[in-house]
């Protein structure tokens, strides 16, 4: 089995920076994933890390350590539309093995 | 290309009662799932295929049946409602060749009231 764990909650200040972290406890690791949900809306995709390091996608990036079973997105220069659930994903098998989502870390920027 | 397309976007049942929830894709996605989601408790699958003629159970698959007769549609059975099942659905799919990138694609939901 796999578990994630997320906060429930962040606020942050419009401008700022903030980081939501993940950790996750899986049998095997396939790469850590985050998606963005605003209110009434889908899950999109944001980020994939497989390899520890640093992956950067314009004002967000994601980052991942292995060895610490242990991941984090990063936001910077937050705007007011970022306000949104934040949800890491992993797998912990190859093949066909389905992607199982943390419980989602709300964010709220605040001006 | 539409992506992935789920009816009905609202639904309101009476305990007991039975419906399906449709899933379409016309991105020819072998891959295919349906997720609950409620509040505080994340996306939780329920079942999944990796195509054609081929369906797994998730982690809460109790309640619901899934088939797959064909690549494109993936319909999501509850066989006698119960207010448990209360819930937001989404339907993801993925070619199975790129499930190692993590990226599904969602639709935008089913919200299920089960009164």
């Known amino acids: 089995g796999q578990s994630l764990e997320q906060p429930s909650e962040v606020t942050a200040v419009e401008g700022a920076i903030v980081q939501i972290n993940c950790t996750y406890q899986?049998?095997?690791?396939?790469?850590l994933s985050w998606y963005q949900q605003h209110d009434g809306g889908a899950p999109t995709f944001l980020s994939y890390n497989a390899l520890d390091g640093l992956e950067e996608t314009g004002r967000f990036s994601s980052f991942l350590s292995r060895s610490d079973s242990y991941g984090y997105l990063l936001l910077q220069e937050l705007q007011m539309k970022d306000s949104a659930s934040y949800f890491c994903?992993?797998?912990?098998?190859?093949?066909?093995?389905?992607?199982?989502f943390g419980k989602g870390t709300r964010l709220s920027v605040i001006a | 290309n539409a992506g992935v397309t789920q009816t009905p976007k609202f639904q309101v049942l009476k305990t007991g009662q039975s419906m399906t929830l449709q899933c379409a894709q016309d991105m020819n996605h072998e891959y295919m799932s349906w997720y609950r989601q409620d509040p505080g408790m994340g996306l939780r699958l329920i079942h999944y295929?990796?195509?054609?003629?081929?369906?797994d159970q998730g982690e809460v698959p109790n309640g619901y049946n899934v088939s797959r007769s064909t690549t494109e549609d993936f319909p999501l059975r509850l066989l006698s409602a119960a207010p448990s099942q209360t819930s937001v659905y989404f339907c993801?799919?993925?070619?199975?060749?790129?499930?190692?990138?993590?990226?599904?694609?969602f639709g935008e939901g089913s919200r299920l009231t089960v009164l």
């Open positions: 994903a992993v797998r912990d098998g190859g093949g066909n093995t389905p992607l199982v």
């Open positions: 899986t049998s095997g690791f396939y790469g």
């Open positions: 993801a799919s993925i070619p199975i060749l790129a499930l190692n990138t993590g990226e599904l694609f």
């Open positions: 295929s990796v195509g054609a003629g081929i369906t």
